[in-house]
């Protein structure tokens, strides 16, 4: 197939699928498929809750057309699929979506087509787990009738810096033609150039050792605060005098959530199980950073106790709920076992969050954030993500929520080290 022949569609349009689908479409003509009507409704009236892609960016995109009907896919010839690869609730990988979305192109796939995955999967599952499904629905063989690609997004959401089109790209696909074609489409709207990559099982495995070699730096930076605030050392203030060094890699301690860095390194685990290798520092990493959220109520009601400030039904507000600073993503927050283990302790507990959409925060977790913390409210204050809005409130207005004795805990280093009480 040539450039010029490609007829695109994007399958799965959240944080990943659409900013693609708005690049591709100030350029050529591409379909944008998701199941989800709301979301195909709220695309087509210009707007994204995600606040990915802005209303004037999303208008940029004219060759762009939104649908939720499969039938509209049979005008396409390549597929780009980004839908979710979430764990289940035993931390093992959830491919329905990923077998989903290739059952309804496989419905559709005609002689000389070309499914691209970007979903973030562990080596093989690609050519072990997708193909076999356009294979089954096609009726089709792979690499005679169809062909495969895969080529991973490592867009940072929220992140208005590192965009689509400025990250380089990874590319692959299931013949070397294929694989040119792969790389010559991204090509297009990718101004950060593309690396392709010797085969699609190869692409894959970068993808999920980039967010696995963050989680266990992570997972190092939390066990030496650990270490530190044992000793009465401030962690941050080391990290900054190590930091000096040149090699020195500048990771911060923290919660670890979200969809990608919190999940992805189950999948490789999953799969270095299932051919007899039982993994070690990736899953020792995967405990301690799930652990943080129980170390920092611990940290706090010590802190609380000190001050005999009475712990149980004691007041304390949460700034923050997101996974990150300044998006509205929830998924995945960690902030949530911090919520929990207060509760653990009988402390009422007041979440602040001005990205949070309240109705989404009750269905996904059983939590409302409130609309306006009090003032003078609380015995304790756990600045838990730094949006900006906190950073722009300042310890002042910040510790203006607290009673005379409360204790301020500062877990994202957003204040000067002297204007909180506890740091992680
Ligand atoms: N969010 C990120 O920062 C990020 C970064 C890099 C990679 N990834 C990876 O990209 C993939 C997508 O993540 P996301 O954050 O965009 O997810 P998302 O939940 O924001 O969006 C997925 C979209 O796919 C749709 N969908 C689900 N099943 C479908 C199906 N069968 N057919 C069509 N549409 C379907 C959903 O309705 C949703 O709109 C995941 O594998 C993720 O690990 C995400």
Request: glycine fraction near 8%.
């Amino acid at each position: 197939m040539n450039i010029q022949d490609v007829r695109l569609a994007v399958v799965g349009l959240g944080y990943v699928g659409l900013p693609l689908a708005v690049e591709f479409g100030k350029q050529r003509d591409v379909l944008g498929f998701d199941i989800n009507t709301r979301r195909v409704d709220e695309l087509r009236a210009g707007r994204d809750h995600t606040l990915e892609v802005s209303g004037p960016e999303l208008a940029e995109a004219a060759h762009l057309r939104f649908s939720s009907d499969p039938a509209e896919l049979a005008s396409a010839n390549v597929f780009i699929v980004t839908v979710p690869t979430p764990i289940d609730e035993y931390k093992q990988p959830d491919l329905t979506p990923l077998e989903r979305a290739s059952e309804t192109i496989g419905r559709i796939l005609k002689r000389g087509d070309t499914v691209i995955y970007e979903s973030t999967v562990y080596p093989g599952a690609t050519e072990e787990v997708c193909v076999p499904v356009l294979e089954r629905t096609s009726g089709l063989k792979f690499n005679v009738d169809f062909y495969a690609g895969y080529s991973p997004e490592r867009i940072n959401p929220g992140d208005k810096q590192h965009r689509v089109s400025t990250i380089r790209k990874v590319t692959s696909g299931s013949t070397p033609e294929v694989a040119e074609l792969v790389d010559t489409l991204y090509r297009q709207i990718i101004t950060a150039g593309t690396h392709k990559a010797s085969s699609i099982k190869v692409a894959e495995a970068a993808k999920v050792i980039e967010n696995t070699q963050r989680d266990v730096n992570i997972a190092l930076i939390n066990e030496l605060a650990l270490i530190f605030n044992r000793m009465g050392i401030d962690t941050l203030d080391v990290l900054e005098a190590a930091g000096t060094k040149w090699n020195f890699l500048p990771f911060r301690p923290g919660l670890v959530g979200g969809h990608c860095i919190g999940v992805d390194p189950y999948y490789l685990t999953h799969k270095a199980q299932a051919i007899g290798y039982h993994p070690e520092i990736i899953l020792a990493g995967r405990r301690l950073n799930d652990s943080m959220g129980g170390y920092v109520v611990s940290q706090l009601v010590k802190a609380m106790t000190k001050r005999r400030i009475q712990v149980q039904r004691s007041h304390v507000l949460v700034m923050g709920l997101t996974f990150k600073e300044n998006c509205p993503d929830l998924r995945n927050t960690r902030v949530v076992d911090i919520v929990r283990e207060l509760g653990e302790y009988s402390i009422d507990v007041d979440v602040y969050d001005p990205w949070v959409d309240p109705a989404e925060a009750q269905h996904e977790y059983g939590i409302t954030p409130v609309a306006k913390p009090q003032q003078g409210a609380y015995d304790g204050i756990i600045l838990a993500v730094a949006h900006h809005q906190f950073a722009e409130m300042g310890a002042a207005a910040i510790r203006a929520l607290g009673k005379s004795e409360h204790v301020l805990y500062d877990l994202k280093y957003l204040l000067a080290a002297n204007e909180s009480d506890l740091r992680l």
